[in-house]
């Protein structure tokens, strides 16, 4: 077994992984990027559509362009290791570090201060929501079948129906229709869209695909590969009842959420976040384990890469004060509130100004982002409008901060 | 092909594989046949995994008899074959008065059978054996002697033992006409045909129907389904034995199950349904399920799902197993209605053919090179850190972590290939490659390059389980994209 000892070790090289990466390499600390696959980019590398990078780089970049320019940010003294997957956390005689398995090196002890975790999500599928019928061949997650469709080059099938109006099944509706299929049809089952609006107009609307809100697949038919699929409205009785339909399709693409990827983590008996499947973060990033940090989809789901990237930003400074031994000064846990899903970090720093991003339970016109420290209103802002499927955000002032210090923040959209 | 043999046993399922492996031990030519592209695609695939206590069923029937014989060989197996098994034990919890006299009776049967160790419990000592239990229990029994296997690993592994020692397995060869010429079957599948001095119809849910084609017995196997849902490792509900509720005239009832593997698994149903070929699951029976098996277990949770499937029971009206040589016909074995507990009668159950084979006229001459032991398969997940490294310096395939939620190495997917499992359910059954949480979002498209890259057979010729299961449509540019759409670029 070899040994490597460094700075800090980030686990990912997607968007996320990659920007703490940088920033802290040109921090002046020696650090190493574990990556599982043999390319740099992570998920972004299959999204060759474009509307990446309006935020973070000012200007619309496609997925892979989107990594490419990160790539070239990387800088030369950073060590990355492709093709390497981090079996385990582990804290022991030798500090802090990983159990990495690598096909050209074996296995490597890695020793480092300081650990990012940015693994990323993975897709929701059949399994979790319990589509009755048959198991035949054809039914995938929409990221799989983007994968198939953009990096293998092969089509999943004919004629589609997608479950869930997320936003990779939004994209994959009008690649798959781009490719010459027949997207029958998205089945959605809540009263709303659950991905951005701008993917609804462009990529259902555009090419005439009936979107059927509050209906849902009751069943899958077919032996060996789709023959059809039942959809019904959405019921108490969660039966085949008035109203339902029969598509005959060969393929049934599934954009039913994301999760953040956090098998390491709970092995390694960090405490979590029940909200937002990730790791409870304190106001620089840091998880319940000293040292370890977390960052983009493993700590929350970003609807924006851009998003999840300045948050990797945040992380690398959260990391740098730790190695430092700069201590944050003592604020309060914050908390979510009426309508507000969950809120990322839990906690706030009175020493500077502090960002989160919050997911609102609602969908609202003329709303209010309101954050209290009791019954003051410390920090509030006007939301034309809100839905679960638009990550809102929140920076509060240092000065705001100080007057409240020791308090509980309470965020809540009214 | 036109390949004459001693015995075809038809079918490769546990039973066809346990009888074929029995029988390579003498010096004979044993043809195995099976109808779908890979062993135990069919009902051993989708079952509960249990390895039955005794008790369950009288002395005075066939399965009961061979149950009891079948539970004592398993260790010997585990030994020579190295499938997944554990000896977890089982237990029934009773919640009434009522259900505690029918526990007493089931104890009463097990003690007649000869089940080893068979204890009758209080409440105390139910929530002792198993804290997890809902503390409404009153009393119940406790069959150390039961346990719990991977099927379909079980399987692969008798039928590379009988290929190792001789036996000729045919795949995708399903039988639609057989004739007798002198002292031979013809048996056809299509176009292709074998001969064969004797037979033996191990046919799982289609012996009825294999049994008709050779003109033998008639009788009819009525299909009963059984729904099973698979939780996640990390559940709460996970119990250290197999928890039954008391059984009904039916059936055993819904369990709540630790595989050998690890997870927890629910069911199963019992539902006699009109067609062989459903294997799909409801609604009604998902609550069904979660209703039952929280009564047993109340940490059992609907989160922890990771996948459903469903199998299909064969069973004869007289609930009995049906093995015997048959009256119409010569030198016909007759292996059918093998439901439960037919995975753990099925190495006895082969003795048994074994022993009718010879009584009707097969000389067994026993072969001096037989070897019962196969090779341990190695996976990573299975091994300490030092081994992993040496293995990974060996073959640096098992370096490269192909299934993440199963710690699946490339170096592990390329040997199920090499082994003749071609599919990605084959793949999967061998493997655990897509067992997983993520249920194979992110090792599908990896395991088809490595099937193709082995086999040589085009990606878009892969399927999920043969015949038309085809993973993908075709590739980009096979469409006609031609008003596809008005979509702004």
């Keep these: ?414 | 092909m036109q390949d004459s043999f001693d015995v075809a046993v038809i079918g490769a399922g546990v039973t066809g594989a346990a009888i074929a492996r029995r029988l390579s031990e003498y010096k004979l030519d044993v043809a195995l046949l099976e109808k779908e592209c890979d062993v135990s695609f069919g009902v051993s695939k989708a079952n509960s995994g249990i390895i039955h206590g005794g008790f369950h069923h009288s002395g005075s029937t066939l399965k009961g008899r061979l149950e009891i014989r079948g539970n004592r060989m398993f260790d010997q197996l585990e030994n020579e074959l190295h499938f997944p098994f554990r000896r977890c034990g089982i237990l029934i919890a009773a919640f009434s008065t009522e259900e505690m006299k029918q526990v007493e009776s089931l104890y009463a049967q097990g003690v007649a059978n000869q089940a080893i160790g068979i204890e009758l419990c209080n409440s105390d000592r139910m929530l002792a054996l198993e804290p997890k239990l809902n503390h409404d229990v009153v009393g119940g029994l406790h069959a150390p002697s039961g346990g719990i296997i991977e099927p379909y690993r079980f399987v692969f592994a008798l039928v590379e033992s009988a290929l190792k020692n001789g036996v000729r397995l045919i795949t995708e060869f399903e039988v639609d006409r057989a004739g007798r010429t002198g002292d031979l079957y013809d048996i056809y599948a299509g176009d292709r045909g074998i001969k064969a001095r004797y037979v033996v119809n191990a046919a799982g849910l289609f012996a009825d129907k294999v049994s008709k084609l050779f003109g033998a017995e008639e009788y009819t196997i009525i299909p009963r389904k059984g729904e099973e849902y698979l939780m996640d490792r990390e559940a709460a509900a996970l119990p250290s034995r197999v928890i039954f509720p008391v059984p009904s005239r039916v059936s055993k009832g819904m369990l709540v199950i630790p595989t050998a593997e690890g997870t927890t698994m629910l069911g199963p149903t019992a539902e006699q349904t009109g067609d062989k070929t459903d294997v799909s699951t409801s609604e009604e029976n998902f609550e069904r399920i979660f209703y039952s098996a929280r009564r047993l277990i109340p940490s059992v949770s609907e989160r922890d799902i990771i996948t459903s499937f469903a199998g299909v029971r064969p069973t004869l009206p007289e609930n009995d197993f049906f093995i015997a040589v048959s009256e119409r016909r010569p030198h016909f074995i007759q292996a059918a209605g093998i439901q439960s507990p037919g995975l753990t009668a099925s190495p006895a159950i082969a003795d048994y053919v074994k022993d009718l084979l010879k009584r009707d006229g097969l000389v067994l001459e026993e072969d001096p090179h037989y070897d019962p032991e196969i090779e341990p398969v190695q996976r990573i997940r299975n091994l300490d850190i030092e081994a992993i490294d040496r293995l990974i310096e060996r073959d640096p395939g098992y370096g490269e972590i192909i299934c993440r939620c199963e710690s699946v190495s490339r170096a592990e997917i390329i040997d199920a290939v090499r082994k003749g499992h071609t599919t990605l359910d084959g793949v999967k059954f061998y493997t655990r490659a897509q067992m997983g949480r993520c249920q194979g979002g992110f090792c599908t498209f990896r395991i088809l390059k490595i099937i193709s890259e082995e086999t040589g057979i085009p990606i878009d010729r892969i399927t999920k389980r043969g015949r038309g299961s085809y993973i993908v449509g075709g590739r980009i540019g096979d469409f006609d994209v031609a008003g596809a759409g008005t979509g702004r670029v």
């Design chain 1, 1 to 414: 077994m070899k040994i490597r000892r460094i700075d800090v070790l980030v686990i990912g090289a997607g968007a996320s992984g990659l920007t703490s990466a940088i920033k802290l390499a040109e921090m002046g600390y020696e650090v190493s990027v574990v990556e599982r696959e043999n390319t740099l980019g992570g998920i972004l590398n299959q999204c060759i559509h474009s509307g990446f990078g309006l935020h973070y780089f000012n200007e619309e970049l496609t997925g892979p362009e989107f990594a490419d320019r990160l790539i070239g940010l990387l800088p030369d003294a950073l060590y990355l290791a492709p093709n390497a997957t981090v079996d385990r956390l582990i804290d022991d005689e030798n500090g802090l570090g990983a159990l990495v398995f690598s096909p050209e090196s074996g296995i490597t002890r890695y020793s480092s201060r300081a650990i990012v975790l940015a693994m990323g999500c993975r897709e929701r599928n059949r399994g979790n929501i319990h589509i009755p019928g048959s198991r035949p061949s054809g039914v995938y997650t929409a990221g799989l079948a983007q994968r198939l469709v953009n990096i293998e080059g092969y089509i999943p099938g004919k004629d589609v129906v997608i479950v869930g109006s997320g936003d990779i099944g939004l994209i994959m509706a009008r690649r798959m229709s781009w490719v010459g299929a027949k997207v029958h049809c998205v089945v959605e089952i809540q009263p709303y869209p659950s991905g951005l609006t701008r993917n609804i107009v462009q990529c259902l609307n555009d090419f005439n695909i009936p979107l059927h809100l509050s209906h849902v697949v009751t069943k899958i038919n077919g032996n060996d590969r789709v023959q059809s699929v039942e959809i019904s409205p959405v019921s108490r009785e969660k039966e085949r009842g008035p109203g339902s339909f029969t598509v005959e399709c060969d393929t049934l693409l599934l954009s039913v959420g994301l999760v953040p990827e956090n098998e390491l983590t709970r092995k390694f008996g960090i405490a979590m976040n029940h909200e937002t499947s990730g790791p409870k973060v304190d106001s620089r990033l840091m998880t319940s384990k000293p040292g370890v940090f977390a960052c983009g989809n493993v700590l929350h789901v970003h609807d924006l890469v851009d998003y999840a990237c300045e948050e990797a930003e945040r992380c690398a400074k959260g990391v740098d004060e730790f190695l430092r031994g700069v201590a944050p000064e003592t604020g309060g846990p914050v908390v979510s509130g009426a309508n507000v899903r969950y809120v990322v970090p839990g906690a706030y720093n009175p020493g500077s100004d502090n960002r989160f991003y919050l997911r609102p339970m609602i969908v609202k016109n003329k709303s209010r982002l309101s954050v209290r420290a009791g019954e003051v209103e410390i920090y509030g802002k006007n939301l034309p409008h809100v839905q679960p499927s638009e990550m809102v955000e929140a920076t509060l002032s240092k000065d705001a901060l100080k007057a409240c210090s020791g308090q509980t923040l309470e965020v809540r959209i009214e």
